[in-house]
């Protein structure tokens, strides 16, 4: 049976302990890979042949700095998964300053040379 079927026939009582367990669930070194991927799944990331989620995971979780620049991350959300967004394949990890100038140079890149050529 489906799980939303599945949570269809619980109680109130029932449902409020599985939300319980699936909070505590998601604090989890397990659980917070799990969304991490998850969330990335479902905002289109997609691998480039040769690599998994485990790999992208581990190599995110283990950047202390930006791929491109090489400065340290500032915070905890200063990661940010560069990847196309046409094709949705990730790239690097970046923190928000280079991972927004890449995305600039991409819609953009004569405007960029252009500034880059004025004196």
């Given at each position: 049976m489906p799980r939303k079927e599945w949570l269809d026939t619980c109680s109130p009582e029932q449902k409020k302990e599985i939300a319980r367990k699936n909070a505590i669930y998601r604090k989890t070194p397990i659980g917070i890979k799990g969304n991490c991927i998850s969330s990335w799944k479902s905002l289109g990331l997609k691998l480039q042949e040769g690599q998994t989620y485990d790999m992208i995971y581990e190599r995110y979780l283990n950047s202390e700095k930006c791929e491109c620049c090489l400065k340290p991350y500032l915070e905890y959300k200063g990661k940010h998964m560069d990847h196309c967004h046409t094709?949705?394949?990730?790239?690097?990890?970046?923190c928000r300053s280079c991972n927004q100038l890449r995305g600039h140079i991409e819609k953009d890149y004569k405007l960029i040379l252009k500034l880059l050529t004025l004196s």
């Open positions: 094709t949705g394949k990730f790239r690097n990890v970046l």
